[in-house]
Nanobody, 120 residues
Framework: QVQLVESGGGLVQAGGSLRLSCAAS????????MGWYRQAPGKQRELVAD???????NYADSVKGRFTISRDNTKNTVYLQMNTLKPEDTAVYYC??????????????WGQGTQVTVSS
């Protein structure tokens, strides 16, 4: 079994910062890409940012220059530093990871989600 546990969400004023963390644990042999998605009320889940095992990153246009994704492969953890937050960043943020338990199979895992609320 593999678990992704997120932390770091909360309530912040516009212009403020938050840092999300997501730690993967369990039967893990290797982790490929890790990423963050978000879902606002009434909207579809969307990619915020992702990062490969080698450190290549990809960002949604709406967060470029404000958010930074990083990972610590020794801790199986991915981070999302969110600066200059806007009310439109309000959403439930989900961690995602592509994980192999040691076979030739790869599985897609999701965290339980953490609420980020930005007040104006």
């Amino acid at each position: 079994q593999v678990q992704l546990v997120e932390s770091g969400g909360g309530l912040v004023q516009a212009g403020g910062s938050l840092r999300l963390s997501c730690a993967a644990s369990g039967s893990i042999f290797s982790i490929n890409a890790m990423g963050w998605y978000r879902q606002a009320p009434g909207k579809q889940r969307e990619l915020v940012a992702d990062i490969t095992s080698g450190g290549s990153t990809n960002y949604a246009d709406s967060v470029k220059g404000r958010f930074t994704i990083s990972r610590d492969n020794t801790k199986n953890t991915v981070y999302l530093q969110m600066n200059t937050l806007k009310p439109e960043d309000t959403a439930v943020y989900y961690c995602n990871a592509d994980i192999s338990p040691g076979s030739s199979w790869w599985y897609d895992y999701w965290g339980q989600g953490t609420q980020v609320t930005v007040s104006s």
